[in-house]
């Protein structure tokens, strides 16, 4: 398996693989860049099919970070962990503490945080072995915690910045939207498009998730394989990343493309293929930056709960821009944003990089 030739390989500063037989860990993290500070994203716990499609996500996924970090102003560059699940290894408090000594060696280049797979108590695990770590709950009104309220914030307030740039109209009073998966983040938005009176289609392929959020909010239910072709005026994609690709764009109905997940786009070039169907889409790295916002300000221990608040209601004008110049300019949503965030790492490459030390307040 080759890394330099990788498609998904750009340039990334480094690329760390663990193993600990005694534990069963299996992780790698990719540091792609440190441009603008450490490097911070997540820790994905997935069963991937192979090696090297665990490697293919933690490429993609940790350039992802880079970009979104950039475009929402964080001191942070981008990287991302992945820990390959499988019968062997389930996950105990000894393999996430594995993991955390992972984390803790490479000496603050990477700080790690939940993401699919790895809940706020694995975090907590992870914590005994290194400080290199955010998305722990704090107390009082100190900003930090589960990101996932953050980012469905963030993401509900950008998607109705879209309906208003595609649909005419940002109330979302009657509007159809479709919610492909309901966990942590499709929960919490499907709170806050029903509040705002959206009416919601959901699939789930966990029917303890589906069931969780029918108790608190009426939606329709459909299969995982149909919810993407949905007849809804929005689809929120909040599972996983890949499925916006030449094989489901032409069966899409929704006029707006607005979720959470990560790598929502296939390839690049399925950003041209959704404005030839003449589909709005919110670039998923800029819509769904209010967990990272939450994450850095704890990790800086610079902020209030009201701070991140203040800056999470700030994605819907970075959206709104986005989708401005790319109108403007006649090009697809995703290469404006890319170009954007190319620019700022960029312009900060030029600069002295920023040591975790010196980043580091708490
Ligand atoms: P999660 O694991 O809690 O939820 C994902 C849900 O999707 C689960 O309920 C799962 O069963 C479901 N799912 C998986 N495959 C599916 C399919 N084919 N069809 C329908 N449902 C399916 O994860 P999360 O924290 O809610 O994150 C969701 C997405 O948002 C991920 O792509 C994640 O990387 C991204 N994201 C999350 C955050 C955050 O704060 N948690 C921040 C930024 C981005």
């Known amino acids: 398996m080759s890394v330099f030739e990788h498609p998904e390989f750009d340039h990334h500063e480094s690329i760390h693989f663990f193993d600990e037989p005694s534990t069963g860990l299996k992780a790698i993290i990719a540091i ?6 450490p490097a911070a994203g997540g820790c994905r716990r997935w069963r991937y099919l192979s090696d090297a499609d665990a490697l293919t996500d933690v490429l ?7 970009y979104k970090n950039a475009v929402a102003g964080l001191p942070f560059g981008g990287g991302k962990a992945v820990i390959l699940a499988d019968d062997a290894s389930p996950k105990s408090p000894q ?3 594995a993991f955390g000594r992972a984390v803790d060696s490479l000496g603050g280049r990477y700080i790690t945080a939940e993401d699919v797979g790895i809940t706020v108590d694995d975090i907590r695990i992870v914590r005994q072995e290194t400080t290199y ?3 722990l709950p704090q107390s009082g009104e100190d900003a930090g915690g589960d990101p996932s309220p953050w980012t469905a914030m963030g993401v509900f307030l950008g998607l109705k910045a879209a309906a208003k740039a595609r649909l005419g109209s940002d109330s979302l009073d009657g509007v159809k939207v479709a919610v492909q998966g309901v966990g942590n983040v499709g929960f919490h938005l499907c709170k806050l498009l029903a509040d705002a009176g959206a009416s919601l289609v959901v699939a789930d392929i966990n029917r303890e998730n589906l ?4 108790n608190i909010v009426p939606v ?3 299969a995982p394989n149909e919810i993407l072709f949905a007849d809804v005026d929005i689809l929120a994609p909040c599972a996983l990343g890949n499925i916006l690709s030449a094989q489901t764009i032409p069966q899409i109905k929704a006029r707006v493309i607005a ?3 990560n790598n929502q786009l296939s390839a690049e070039i399925d950003g041209e293929r959704l404005v030839e ?3 709005l889409y919110a670039p998923d790295y800029v819509i769904n930056a209010g967990g990272v916002i939450s994450c850095a300000r704890e990790y800086l221990a610079r902020s209030l709960e009201d701070q991140v608040r203040i800056e999470v209601s700030r994605i819907p004008e970075r959206l709104t821009k986005i989708f401005a110049d790319a109108e403007r300019l006649n090009r697809p949503t995703n290469k404006i944003a890319d170009d954007l965030a190319r620019r700022i790492v960029a312009n900060a490459s030029n600069g002295t990089p920023a040591t975790p030390d010196t980043r580091r307040i708490a």
């Open 32 to 37: 792609s860049s440190t441009a603008l500070g």
């Open 60 to 66: 993609r996924l940790s350039r992802g970070m880079t």
């Open 95 to 97: 393999l996430l503490r």
């Open 133 to 135: 770590v955010t998305g």
């Open 211 to 214: 069931n969780r959020v029918a």
């Open 220 to 222: 329709t239910e459909v």
């Open 259 to 261: 979720g959470a997940a």
């Open 277 to 279: 169907r003449g589909i």
